[in-house]
């Protein structure tokens, strides 16, 4: 037996590593360095097959979380996914899924409050494009479709029924150090990719697969809340303060505008939110570490306003804010709308003149995406299925779910810029899990210990 450094619980040895903080950090960190020397079998093939033994090990899913959240970033090529000893991977993995099922069956199986409106934004998305112009291309978006809609189902039911984790331990400040620790190893990855241009000192040629400098600025908006509901946790201000300046600099670096944008305008409230949560006792070193922080920022731009110039940096900032090109697309997803009001054009519509045939097109904005490729049936999907997670989130009453909330607002604030809901991982994996853990809080809070789903609560309160 051995101590937890995470709850400070004892646990069997075999199970120490997998409930430990040194497991999310582990995923991400293996997952980092496979996608560096360019070898994504490495990753990916063993992510799997210890997947397969948590499945036969035991009733609990949680340990599962940090593979499914590091893998991606690993990635180099989506194509050879698809090949055949991925394909027989795979085959395994069902195969221990069917057998985890078979061997920890599921009694009363719980559909959830977001299962009609996961259905409902199924529907929707095979439904789009059928009736438009377009419609011979809908095999170009079947990716997408399935992404968006039957697999994110899959996750948020097979979590809901799944998360079983040991007494006495915290599987949300567990899941928040996976996000933090995946999003700070892509932020390295992002940090290497802009600096070397593609190439790094081994002179391996890389290219970004798994996302871009966008998709890393939505994973820092999720990940800044989480630090925040950590330090409340751990009382650790200085390590997470580090953590979220170190995420807005990569955004700032890499350009990430949007990112910047609203880390920048929330942080305030964030700090605020997070002292009133404190303890009383760690609010002093809250707010010292907060002081020094914002003298170390002010020095900082100073230094570089007057390295740089003040005017060159306005000048730079406007010209990003002026030129993204986004009101050209707005523009077309009102026209295409309009064109085809019912069901959209589909996610199989592209444009020749900004992306190959090959790809499916980016509106740029959760909002306009729905709008052109669902039409008025996307647009009332989505409206049901964000009034149920808002719903959900909302109905809890910890820490936890408050800052969760404050991650999801942000969240799809960002949405308004980018298509943050159609990126399964990390990204709308990241809330539906955030979701399903304040769900199940909310359920045992009003039903008690006789839940349908074998729940624990203990140890820390979150």
Known sequence: MKTNILQGKRYLAADKFIYDIY??????????????????????????????????????????????????????????????????LYAVLLGCFIWHFIKFPIKDFYLGKLFFPFFL???????????????????????????????????????????????????????????????????????????????????????????????AGAMTIISVPLCCYLITKTDKSVAFFAVIIFFLVVDIVCASDGSVGIIGFSLPFLVVATFCKLKKRARREFMLCLFSVAITICVAAVFYGLTKGFDEILDFATKRTATNGRNTLYDRALKLFKENPL???????????????????????????????????????????????????????????FFSYLSFVLFEAYGIIDICEFNLIPLTACITIMT?????????????????????CGGIAA
């Not at 499916?360 to 997670?389: E, K, P």
């Not at 199940?440 to 074998?454: A, F, T, W």
Request: glycine letters at 6%; hydrophobic letters at 50%.
């Open 23 to 88: 497991y999310p950090i582990t995923t991400a960190a293996w997952a980092f360095l496979c996608f560096c020397f360019n070898i994504q079998w490495a990753c990916v093939f063993p992510f799997v097959f210890f997947a397969c033994f948590i499945l036969i090990k035991g009733e609990d899913l949680t340990p599962i979380i940090p593979l499914l959240l590091s893998f991606i970033i690993s990635i180099k090529s989506y194509a050879a996914l698809t090949s055949i000893p991925y394909i027989i």
């Open 121 to 215: 934004v199924s529907t929707a998305l095979f439904l789009g494009g059928l009736t438009s112009a377009y419609a011979l291309r809908y095999a170009n978006g079947l990716p997408q479709m399935i992404a968006s809609g039957p697999a994110l189902l899959a996750i948020y039911l097979l979590f809901l029924n799944g998360v079983k984790p040991p007494k006495d331990f915290s599987v949300k400040i567990y899941f928040s150090y996976t996000v933090i620790f995946t999003t700070i190893f892509a932020c390295f990855e992002i940090i290497l990719f802009y600096y070397t241009k593609s190439h790094y000192y081994f002179t391996i040629e890389r290219s970004l697969i798994w996302g871009n400098f966008n998709t």
């Open 343 to 401: 069901l959209g054009v589909g996610h199989g519509y592209y444009d020749e003149s900004v992306y190959s045939p090959s790809m499916t097109f980016n509106f740029h904005s959760t909002i306009f995406h729905v709008i052109a490729t669902m039409g008025a049936l996307g647009i009332i999907a989505y409206f049901v299925y964000y009034f149920y997670r808002f719903k959900v989130i909302m109905s809890g009453t910890t820490v936890f779910s």
């Open 436 to 456: 399903v853990l304040t769900e199940r809080d909310s359920v045992q809070k009003r039903e008690g210990n006789s839940l349908p789903l074998l729940f624990y």
